[in-house]
């Protein structure tokens, strides 16, 4: 068994009270932290966050999900309570993914479900084309489960990022973490992120900050505002979305991520038609980006259902001998 442990630790919301214990793994720059729930032997179900949220953005939903279920929400690297990437490394998806293999193979998990939000969901596509013999089901919570970039941005992306970075690791020596009163952090979170409600806000900054002499400071790393420097295009998208055999649910929001932020022009069409092709379900609800941690309560039993196993056999492949390590 890996050296892990798990903390109990509690959390209230205004739907309920339910224990979940830390999740804690050593990686060969620190740990990765992040949130348990239900018992070791449950369906096993990963659970991963959007760009600077953390695992708190699943604390209202879990618990109105069936309780014999074991998920796991991580912290990814440079979020939440989880170590940063060494110095002068960059946050890129394809590491995001190799995280996830990270933990998935700690666990021991072979066939597992993944509910991804936003940038956890397209960590979530890339991961279920990359290991498609291990994602039985996932459910994409506003996003399209892939982000592709124009051909002709691509390098100036990756120039940018470059850039970026060394200009980054040269201030090293002159950068100062800036200390907010709780307010002031909280209203700092709310501004970055206007779809939170001031309970979300408030569930996320459990994990968001940390208590200095004198206030508090945001835990993610800063690097994780930096230009992504690998990317993919539409064509490379579409391919390795037809990897997928997984079960697909694209779970969007009315007032979610793609009422503000557009893709390039035709991108979004092909995208759904190729998941339609993969004959995925589609499904809009009342909401906002955080509509999963602001009223948990729309989705909850939609992603259920869409999870729930329909057969002996299937049952048997996602639950039957599983047990967690950690």
């Known amino acids: 068994m890996l050296p892990a442990f798990m903390s109990l630790r509690h959390f209230t919301t205004t739907t309920m009270r339910r224990a979940a214990s ?82 998935v193979e700690a666990l021991q998990w072979k066939r597992f479900s993944i509910i991804g939000h936003s940038m956890g969901g397209n960590v979530a596509g890339m991961f279920s084309a990359l290991y498609p013999e291990m994602v039985d089901s996932v459910v994409l919570l506003d996003t399209y489960g892939f982000l592709p970039t124009e051909v002709t941005d691509m390098f100036s992306n990756m120039r940018k990022g470059i850039n970026d970075q060394i200009q980054y690791d040269k201030m090293a020596n002159e950068r100062k973490e800036r200390v907010y009163t709780y307010e002031k952090a909280k209203e700092r979170l709310k501004v970055a992120n206007p779809s939170l409600s001031d309970q979300s806000a408030d569930i996320l900054l459990e994990r968001a900050i940390r208590e200095v002499d004198g206030g508090f400071v945001f835990t993610r790393d800063f690097r994780i505002n930096l230009k992504n420097i690998i990317n993919i295009n539409i064509d490379q998208c579409l391919h390795v979305l037809s990897q997928v055999k997984a079960k697909v649910m694209l779970l969007l929001a009315k007032d979610g991520l793609f009422k503000t932020f ?55 492949s996602q639950s039957g001998n599983q047990t967690s390590r950690l």
């Not at 999740?23 to 992040?34: I, K």
């Not at 659970?47 to 999900?65: E, I, K, M, Q």
């Not at 759904?272 to 941690?293: I, N, P, Y």
Request: with cysteine; charged share 20%; proline share 9%.
């Open 262 to 316: 557009t893709l390039p022009d035709g991108y979004a069409d092909k995208i759904c038609k190729s998941w339609t092709d993969q004959k995925a379900t589609f499904v809009e609800v009342e909401g906002d980006h955080h509509v999963h941690l602001n009223n948990p309560e729309i989705v909850s039993s939609i992603i259920t259902d869409f999870l729930q196993p329909h057969s002996p056999d299937q049952t048997e």
């Open 22 to 103: 830390e999740f804690r793994m050593p990686v060969p720059w620190g740990e990765l932290r992040g949130q348990v729930w239900g018992p070791s032997h449950g369906r096993p179900v990963l659970c991963l966050h959007g760009w600077a949220d953390n695992s708190g953005t699943f604390n209202t939903l879990v618990p109105l999900l069936p309780n014999d279920w074991r998920f796991v929400a991580i912290d990814f690297p440079g979020h939440g309570l989880s170590s940063h990437r060494p110095d002068g490394c960059f946050y890129t998806f394809p590491f995001y993914v190799a995280d996830v293999r990270r933990v």
